[in-house]
Structures are given as structure tokens and as C-alpha cells.
């Protein structure tokens, strides 16, 4: 399964890192890429997502969608900082350009590198281990999703973080209805006890300039989801599973201003974090 795994991760265009602690669930989309050395599955994470890098632990599961299949697998995860972006671009920047149109805009020429500097320091997030590997199943609506909660197993780690591919009938807003029936698409009974839980879905544009998330976090009860946090959602008239209509001319300048903007806070935090005694 290993072997699938990687060979999957290779030839997506898009991907999910999962992860769960005693006290909290998460995740984020990811382009994937693979260290060709070892075919190593990875992320170059732009440092507009801090916040996300901030709570990622040393476990994961990173995951990635087939017509047919999830695969997940889980291991240990390291972060790596390449605030010149010396490695990404060395190693892992022609995959990025080949899956990630605003790559291609942003970096496709030291010229282009030299004007968006901000999007070349990365976090490198690497999956050092494979601890589980395992397939779920396909994702195959609009309102599919990813669930992460801790692992119930007593002979897991503590923060190993187990993912299943679910569903519903809705998925309100926060504040419209703090309960969401849950239903798992391998048809079993999901038994939550009150533990962290996140939902996590997302949903491109061919051109990848428009790249949403969307999410539910809170508590799982039995079958239900306890909403506590959650922005988006699947929207009337999604015909698959990850489409979004592409920006105009407009929504495409505002996007990269603030994407240019968050990535030069992240950057500034980091440095100021390592400039710290």
C-alpha cells in the first residue's frame, strides 16, 4: 500500500494534511510533492499559512483523493523552514510549477521569483515515516469530506490522528445549527465520545487562483458533530466534488494582494521568531 500511496501523491494535484491531539483536530490542503530521492510524500507550505504550521504536530495523516479511492497515510511528520527557499527551489519547485497554475505566475523565472519573493520561503512538511496506510472511500459529491478526530486505538500515540471520508444532508453555517448528523461513506458507525473532531473539505478552480477550504470543527457525540468553528461549505449548483467557478480580473488582483500580504506576515513572524534570544 506503501508504494500506491506515494505513486497517488505523486500524480495529484491537490491534497490533505490531517491532524488530531487530545485537545484539538485540524487540517489543510496542500499541493503535493515528493522528495525524488527517497519518494518521500511532502508539502512546500507558502508562510501565509503560519497559523496552520503553528498547530500541526509531529503525527499526521496526509491524504489524497482518486476517483476511486482516499488513500491515507499516517506517520511522523517533520517541518523544516526554508526561509530563502534554497530547497524548494533546488528540489521541489518544477513539481509545484507543473500541478499549481499560481506557481507558474509567481515562479516560473528567477525574474518572477525576484518580484514575488514573498512566495518562495516555505515550510517543508515531510512525512518521515509511514506508520498506517490505509484506503477509504472515494469522495464522490460536493458536500464529501474528510473527517479527522484522535485515534480511539489504546495502542496508538496519543495525537495519532484517524481520518474518514463523510457526508451529510447540510452543512449550515456556524451560529444557523450547532449540530450536524454525520454519515460515513464506508457505512460505519463513527461512536464519537466527545472527542475534538474537524471536517475538512476544499474546492478549486481549474486555475487553482481560486483555492477555498472550507470546514467544521467541534465535538463529536455518536453521530453527530457538535459545531463550535466552521466557514464555508459546498455551494448550490457544485455538479463534482472540489470545482469552483474561476475569479475575474478583479477577484484575481485582490486574491494575489492578499495572499502577497499574508506571506510577508508570515515571514516577519518566523524571522522575528528566530531573531528571539
Known amino acids: 500500500m506503501r508504494d500506491e500511496m506515494v505513486a497517488a501523491w505523486s500524480r495529484a494535484f491537490a491534497a490533505e494534511i490531517l491532524w488530531a491531539t487530545p485537545g484539538a483536530a485540524r487540517g489543510m490542503p496542500v499541493v503535493p ?8 510524500p511532502c508539502a512546500a507550505v507558502p508562510l501565509s499559512q503560519l497559523d496552520d504550521l503553528d498547530a500541526l504536530p509531529d503525527r499526521a495523516a496526509f491524504v489524497v483523493r482518486e476517483p476511486s479511492r482516499t488513500l491515507v497515510a499516517t506517520g511522523d511528520v517533520e517541518v523544516r523552514w526554508d526561509l530563502e527557499g534554497e530547497e524548494f527551489v533546488e528540489h521541489l519547485l518544477p513539481q509545484e510549477i507543473a500541478k499549481h497554475p499560481p506557481t507558474r505566475l509567481r515562479a516560473d523565472s528567477l525574474l518572477d521569483r525576484r518580484e514575488n ?3 518562495v520561503p516555505r515550510a517543508l512538511v515531510t512525512l518521515t515515516t ?15 469530506a474528510m473527517l479527522v478526530r484522535p485515534s480511539r486505538d489504546p495502542e496508538h500515540p496519543a495525537n495519532e490522528p484517524q481520518a474518514t471520508v463523510v457526508t451529510a444532508a447540510r452543512w449550515p453555517e456556524p451560529g444557523q445549527d450547532s449540530r450536524v448528523e454525520l454519515w460515513p461513506r464506508d457505512g460505519a458507525s463513527l461512536e464519537g465520545d466527545g472527542e475534538p473532531a474537524y ?12 483555492w477555498e477550504r472550507w470546514y467544521r470543527g ?5 453521530e453527530v458533530l457538535h459545531v463550535l468553528a466552521g466557514d464555508g461549505g459546498p455551494r448550490p449548483g457544485d455538479e463534482e466534488p472540489g470545482s469552483a467557478e474561476p475569479f475575474g480580473l478583479l477577484e484575481r488582483f485582490a486574491r494575489h ?19 528571539q534570544p
Open 257 to 275: 494582494r492578499r495572499v502577497a500580504k499574508d506571506c510577508k506576515a508570515g515571514i516577519a513572524t518566523v524571522e522575528n521568531r528566530r531573531a
Open 130 to 144: 509511514f506508520g498506517q496506510v490505509r484506503a477509504l472511500p472515494a469522495r464522490a459529491n460536493p458536500g464529501d
Open 218 to 222: 467541534g465535538t463529536l457525540h455518536g
Open 117 to 119: 519573493w514573498w512566495w
Open 199 to 210: 471536517v475538512l473539505g476544499h474546492r478549486n478552480s481549474p486555475d487553482f487562483e481560486r
Open 33 to 40: 510533492l515528493t522528495w525524488l530521492a527517497d519518494r518521500t
